[in-house]
């Protein structure tokens, strides 16, 4: 788990309850950080001021309405649902209770993808491409039942739309090709008038993850490694949701962000042949 000691780990974050449907679950991810465990979320939402989502998109689709509801600031992973309907119904009760949200998109929070964000902002975008490449759906961890399900498009591509629409201007057309739940190739048009494609897959015997994007540009070519995770991405991330949750204004990597990665791979997955 990395949001429980995320926020153990940092001074400005109190890690106050956490909920699970199962309470020996709860209890044991909580006890070693002095933490109150639930079973009853209602009751968890009494207990804290900001909530951070580890669980399927399913359910967090549920709960994050529950918890804008209660007026929590939602600390929320992607994609934000397994389906449009249900990440629309999420991003319109948080707008319509007015609290804070942070997506967390892990790759944007490293400092050489905001360095590569910086030197591409000014220069003319021609074209560019991206790539997950993993294991992770093959066991461990990351083998989970919905990501078996949905396949690399849902899980992995997120990061990598999301950085190339980024890089290359707001993504506007997307394609995509291959076997759903094994390899998905995508090709991307951005408002720019540039292109751009990336592969996904979770179940490449790879060893470490091969991932990152490459963006050429008017003013030379960028491209950075996101393969290896970056443990400073922790920090970044709480001290940012903290500051989303405690001041004024939106984040750039908010809900609305969420929802329009969330129509891009719903448009891609109509291209895909689903067994």
């Known amino acids: 788990m990395v949001h429980i000691p995320m926020f153990a780990a940092n001074p400005r ?4 309850s956490v909920w ?7 209890e044991r991810a909580a006890a070693p950080h002095g933490a109150t465990a639930h079973e ?16 399927p998109p399913d359910v967090q689709a549920e709960l994050g ?47 050489d993808v905001r360095a590569l964000l910086d030197s591409v902002s000014s220069a003319r975008a021609i074209g ?3 790539h997950f490449l993993t294991g992770g759906f093959l066991d461990g961890v990351f083998a989970t039942p919905w990501r078996l399900d949905r396949g690399p498009l849902f899980d992995l591509g997120p990061h990598v739309i999301d950085l190339l629409d980024a890089a290359l201007g707001t993504v506007v057309g997307i394609r995509a090709h291959g076997d759903p739940r094994r390899w998905v190739g995508l090709q991307l ?3 720019t008038g540039a292109v751009s494609d990336a592969s996904l897959t979770g179940i490449s015997p790879v060893g470490s993850p091969r991932a990152g994007v490459e963006v050429h540009t008017s003013d030379g070519v960028y491209d ?13 991330v709480s001290d940012e949701f903290v ?13 609305t962000r969420g929802l329009h990665l969330q129509r891009l791979i719903t448009r891609a997955a109509t291209d895909l042949e689903w067994a």
Request: net charge negative; charged share 25%; no cysteine.
């Open 13 to 16: 974050t109190v890690l106050a």
């Open 189 to 191: 048009d951005h408002e």
């Open 224 to 236: 950075v490694d996101t393969g290896e995770f970056d443990p400073s991405v922790l920090t970044t």
């Open 243 to 255: 500051e989303s949750a405690t001041g004024t204004g939106t984040h750039p990597l908010d809900v």
């Open 40 to 55: 009853s979320f209602d009751r968890f939402l009494e207990d804290v001021d900001a909530v951070s989502f580890a669980v």
């Open 20 to 26: 699970s449907r199962r309470l020996v679950a709860a």
């Open 128 to 130: 560019g491409r991206g």
């Open 65 to 111: 309405v529950v918890a804008a509801g209660a007026g929590k600031a939602l600390l929320l992973e992607k994609p934000l649902a397994l389906d449009l309907v249900a990440a629309e119904t999420l991003a319109d009760a948080v707008d319509a209770a007015g609290v804070p949200t942070l997506l967390f998109l892990t790759w944007r929070y490293r400092q």
